[in-house]
C-alpha cells in the first residue's frame, strides 16, 4: 500500500510515503538555504520518499522562529538558492515531489530573535516563550495574509511542487484558530478559520488553482481552552471549498512542545541549547531540574505509536480531503494497515528518516521492517544550537 501511486487533485506521488517537515539547520544568517540542504534531499529522493517537505521558511522577518538556522523564503533574492537545490533534486529523482513549508512564527519567537515586536491574533502570552504579543490590525492581518501568498509564489518560481502552509504546533496560523487566544470580535475571530481561508485564496490567486496547496494542522493542543477536535472538524468543513490538496494531521503547540513528539525529554540537553534556559547559572538550573521540570513533566504524554491516529480516523471520516498521518509512524506492516483501512492516505515521517535517511528504500524492500528511532527526541532540542539537523542519539 505505501508504495501505491498516490493521485491528488493537482498532482500525483509516486508513492504515499512524505517526508514530514523537519527543520535542518541549514539557514545562513539571512536564511538563504546553504548547499549542504541538497544533500538531505538527494538522500530523501534516492530512497524513495515520494514527497518532501522542507523544514519550515519563514515568510517574513517578522515571522522567523527562535531556531538559529531556519530557512526563509521572505524575499525575491532566495529564488535563485532555492532554485539551485530544487534543480539539483530533480536532477537526481525527477518524479520526487518537493513541497515548502512556509511559516509565521506570530508569538511562538521572541523579539530578540526577530528585532521586531512579536504579534498574534491577541496579546495573549505563550507559556513558554512568555513575551506579551502585539495584537494584530486588520491592516496587519492582510500584509501577513499578502506576505504567505508572496512566499508560496517565490516557492513556485524556485521550481517547488507545492507548498505546505503550516497551520499546526502553536504559530501564527493555529493563534487563529484558537480559540482560547482568538477571541476577536472581527471577522478573523468570528470566524477563527477565516484567516486561513484568506491565505490559501491569496496563495491560490497568486500561484494559479492548480498550485498544489498542503495544510498542516494539529488536530488539538494542550490548552484546556484550546483547539478541541470538534473545531478542527469545523474547520475543515468550512475549507472543504478551498482546494486543499490534503491535510496533514498533527498535534499540540510549543507551549508544550513535547507532547508535539513525545519520548524522552533530554532536559541536560535542553540546559545546554535552548536559548531560553542556556543563560541559567547553576543554581537556576539545578531548582529547574529538581523541582519545576519534574512537575512540568507530568503534562507530558507519554509515547505511543500512531499516536495521531485516532485524530486521523475521526477526520478522515468526516470529509472527502485527503489525509496524511504524522506522529510516531514506525511500522511498516502497521503504516500499510493505515493506508488499506482508509484511516489516511498517506504516511509522513520526521525523526525515522533523521536516524535512517535510507528507510524509504528498506521500507519498500522489507514488509517486517520497523524504524530504529528511539524518540530520545535529541535531534529536537539540537534544533535550538548552532548544528545542522542530525540524529545525536544513534550511537547511545
Ligand atoms: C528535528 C525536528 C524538526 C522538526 N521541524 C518541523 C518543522 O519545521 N515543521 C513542522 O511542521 N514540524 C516539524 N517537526 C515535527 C515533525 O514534522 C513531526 O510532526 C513530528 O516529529 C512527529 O513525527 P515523527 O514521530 O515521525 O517524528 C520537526 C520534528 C523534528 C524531530
Not at 6 to 34: C, F, H, Q
Not at 171 to 182: E, R, T, V
Request: glycine share 6%.
Amino acid at each position: 500500500m505505501l508504495f501505491n501511486e498516490w493521485k491528488l487533485k493537482n498532482i500525483t506521488s509516486k508513492n504515499r510515503l512524505v517526508r514530514s517537515a523537519t527543520y535542518e539547520g541549514m539557514g545562513d544568517i539571512n536564511g538563504n538555504p546553504l548547499k549542504g540542504l541538497k544533500d538531505i534531499y538527494k538522500d530523501l529522493a534516492t530512497n524513495d520518499v515520494g514527497m518532501i517537505i522542507t523544514g519550515f521558511c519563514f515568510i517574513s522577518q517578522e515571522g522567523r522562529a527562535m531556531q538559529p538556522h531556519q530557512c526563509g523564503i521572505d524575499s525575491d533574492d532566495k529564488i535563485d538558492y532555492w532554485k539551485d537545490i530544487v534543480s539539483y533534486v530533480k536532477s537526481i529523482s525527477m518524479e520526487t515531489l518537493l513541497v515548502m513549508q512556509i511559516a509565521h512564527a506570530g508569538r511562538q519567537t521572541l523579539k530578540k530573535v526577530t528585532g521586531l515586536p512579536v504579534v498574534s491574533p491577541s496579546t495573549k502570552r505563550s507559556l513558554y516563550f512568555k513575551e506579551k504579543p502585539v495584537a494584530l490590525n486588520d491592516e496587519k492581518i492582510k500584509q501577513i495574509i499578502n506576505e504567505f501568498g508572496d512566499a508560496a509564489k517565490r516557492a513556485q518560481k524556485a521550481g517547488f511542487d507545492g507548498i505546505q502552509i503550516h497551520a499546526a504546533h502553536g504559530y501564527l496560523i493555529h493563534q487563529f484558530l484558537s480559540p482560547h487566544i482568538n477571541k476577536r470580535n472581527d471577522r478573523w475571530g468570528k470566524n477563527r478559520s477565516e484567516f486561513l481561508r484568506e491565505t490559501i485564496l491569496n496563495i491560490k490567486d497568486k500561484c494559479g488553482n492548480s498550485f498544489p496547496v498542503f495544510v498542516k494542522i494539529s488536530a488539538a493542543d494542550d490548552d484546556k481552552y484550546g483547539l478541541k477536535i470538534e473545531n478542527t472538524f469545523d474547520y475543515i468543513k468550512k475549507l472543504e471549498n478551498v482546494g486543499i490538496e490534503a491535510f496533514e494531521i498533527s498535534y499540540g503547540t510549543m507551549d508544550a512542545a513535547f507532547n508535539i513528539f513525545r519520548g524522552t525529554v533530554p532536559i541536560q540537553k535542553v540546559f545546554e541549547h535552548n536559548i531560553l534556559f542556556k543563560n541559567y547559572n547553576l543554581l537556576k538550573r539545578k531548582f529547574w531540574q529538581y523541582f519545576i521540570f519534574p512537575q512540568w513533566k507530568k503534562g507530558f504524554i507519554t509515547y505511543k505509536d500512531n499516536y495521531n491516529l485516532p485524530f486521523a480516523k475521526e477526520i478522515k471520516r468526516n470529509t472527502n480531503i485527503p489525509i496524511i498521518l504524522v506522529g510516531g509512524l514506525r511500522e511498516k506492516k502497521v503504516m500499510d494497515d493505515i493506508l488499506r483501512n482508509d484511516h489516511a492516505d498517506a504516511i509522513s515521517l520526521s525523526r525515522p528518516l533523521i536516524c535512517e535517511p535510507d528507510l524509504g528504500k528498506k521500507l519498500k524492500e522489507n514488509i517486517n521492517v520497523r524504524s530504529i528511532c528511539r524518540n530520545c527526541n535529541e535531534c529536537i532540542v539540537m534544533c535550538d544550537s548552532e548544528n545542522s539537523l542530525n540524529c545525536y542519539g544513534k550511537a547511545l
